[in-house]
């Protein structure tokens, strides 16, 4: 038995060994991965599926343009027509022969249309400028989205750390009790209370721990990174923050906001759609020609240039609607009915936004006292903590009163970064709403 038990001990160790050797080497060709705050924005950016979406959405939609603006070029065409008329009557002879070749190009060209293509053409353009802006829109929600993740697995990194702090000052005062007991000055109920103090805090350093990792599982799958890669945040929450004048960011939102921009020119063409479709009432006059090279011939054999003759012609043509069932009332409709959805559902967003600028602005403005405040509380709640050690350590206080006061440290530095993740949030949803524009200055005088 004790040589079975020495082969089983010799075979773990060799595993053990082996499993480390292969982890090392892993470790070394896949090093943790550094990601910054702008190396997250960017890999979002590259990476995002809704925004490639939006990509090939400009794209149909100037396919759509160039479809439209075809109506107001030139219209060339060719053709080529060889005939076997292999069967018809006698009294048909004289106007029918056994082969005919038709060759020949048609060209036209609208002249004037009372603005029904050209109206038409400006509208296609400007839905391609409302995609583009709408494509802007996405791309400032996957930052903003992207933002939100680091900023999550930031807080949640220095959660997990404050919590591994306060269970190391646990055992540290868990160690100082110890000293006193041997000194004949602490109860048996103290010992209980700080073990029970000590193992109170596993639990919230694991959750804390579960949330760092759900966080990171989140932000790995907006970057797009192997799940099974490590990576380590290199930023951290900064202390000082900017002022911003309100006016001044409204004026941006107003000025950069892209998806105020995309409603803008959804309006301009469907206005352009509108003048279009009262265009169509009217007659669309365009110019045509042709040449035709062409003959026939009763004879079993490819027509010959002696056989063959040249036929052209050219002329105006006008198209004059009068009834079709109501068809073009029916588009007008359609194209008032969207033009009046466009320009309400941009003063229902611009409401929208404005209010959220408004939000945001007061609770930056508020997280901004609040890290003031936060600071010095954790500044006096450290200090206090450290002094409250060397009075217990020599009996002065209680263990009830170092408990509360590391609890009250733990506390303060929790409500700190909870602040800083606040602003930081707050911020980067003004930044989205100006779409990452703020020069006081420029729109100062612009507005």
Not at 45 to 73: C, F, H, M, P, Q
Not at 200 to 212: C, G, H, K, L, Y
Not at 259 to 271: D, G, M, N, V, Y
Not at 372 to 382: D, G, P, Q, S, Y
């Amino acid at each position: 038995m004790k040589k079975q038990a020495l082969i089983i001990i010799n075979l773990s160790i060799a595993a053990l060994f082996t499993f480390n050797i292969i982890f090392a080497c892993y470790a070394e060709e896949y090093p943790a991965l550094q990601v910054s705050l702008d190396e997250t924005i960017k890999r979002a950016l590259a990476t995002n599926e809704e925004l490639k979406i939006k990509d090939s959405e400009v794209t149909k939609s100037r396919g759509a343009y160039r479809e439209v603006r075809s109506g107001a070029l030139p219209h060339i065409s060719a053709q080529a027509t060889w005939t076997n008329n292999m069967d018809f009557p006698a009294k048909a002879a004289s106007k029918y022969f056994d082969y005919t070749l038709d060759n020949g190009v048609s060209a036209s060209q609208v002249i004037w249309s009372f603005g029904k293509v050209m109206y038409a053409v400006n509208s296609a353009k400007k839905a391609v400028e409302a995609s583009s802006f709408n494509r802007e829109a996405s791309r400032q929600d996957v930052i903003y989205a992207a933002k939100l993740s680091y900023y999550s697995n930031l807080l949640a990194k220095n959660t997990l750390s404050i919590t591994e702090k306060s269970y190391a000052n646990v055992l540290e005062n868990k160690r100082l009790l110890g000293q006193r007991t041997y000194g004949g000055r602490s109860p048996k109920y103290e010992i209980i209370r700080m073990n029970a103090e000590a193992a109170s805090r596993v639990p919230i350093v694991n959750e804390a721990r579960t949330q760092f990792d759900a966080a990171t599982e989140t932000l790995k799958r907006i970057i797009d990174v192997d799940p099974d890669r490590k990576i380590e945040l290199t930023g951290n929450f900064q202390e000082k923050y900017d002022a911003f004048n309100y006016e001044t960011l409204v004026a941006a939102m107003y000025e950069y906001e892209p998806s105020l921009h995309s409603l803008s020119k959804i309006i301009e063409s469907a206005q352009a759609k509108v003048k279009s479709k009262y265009a169509s009432f009217f007659p669309t006059v365009s110019a045509f020609a042709s040449w035709n090279y062409r003959g026939e011939s009763n004879e079993n054999h490819f027509l010959e240039s002696d056989e063959l003759d040249n036929y052209s012609l050219g002329g105006i043509k006008v198209n004059i609607p009068i009834w079709e069932g109501g068809e073009k009332e029916a588009q007008l409709i359609q194209a008032k009915a969207d033009k009046e959805i466009a320009i309400l559902r941009k003063k229902q967003l611009g409401r929208n936004l404005l209010l959220e600028l408004k939000k945001a602005y007061l609770e930056y403005e508020q997280y901004k006292e609040n890290l003031k405040a936060n600071i010095e509380a954790v500044n006096l709640a450290e200090e206090s903590f450290k002094q409250t050690q060397e009075m217990f350590a020599s009996g002065q206080v209680t263990l009830t009163d170092l408990n509360d006061v590391e609890l009250l440290l733990t506390n303060q530095r929790l409500n700190k970064e909870m602040t800083l993740f606040n602003i930081n949030i707050t911020l980067a949803k003004i930044e989205k709403l100006i779409a990452g524009q703020y020069d006081e200055q420029k729109i100062d005088k612009k507005s």
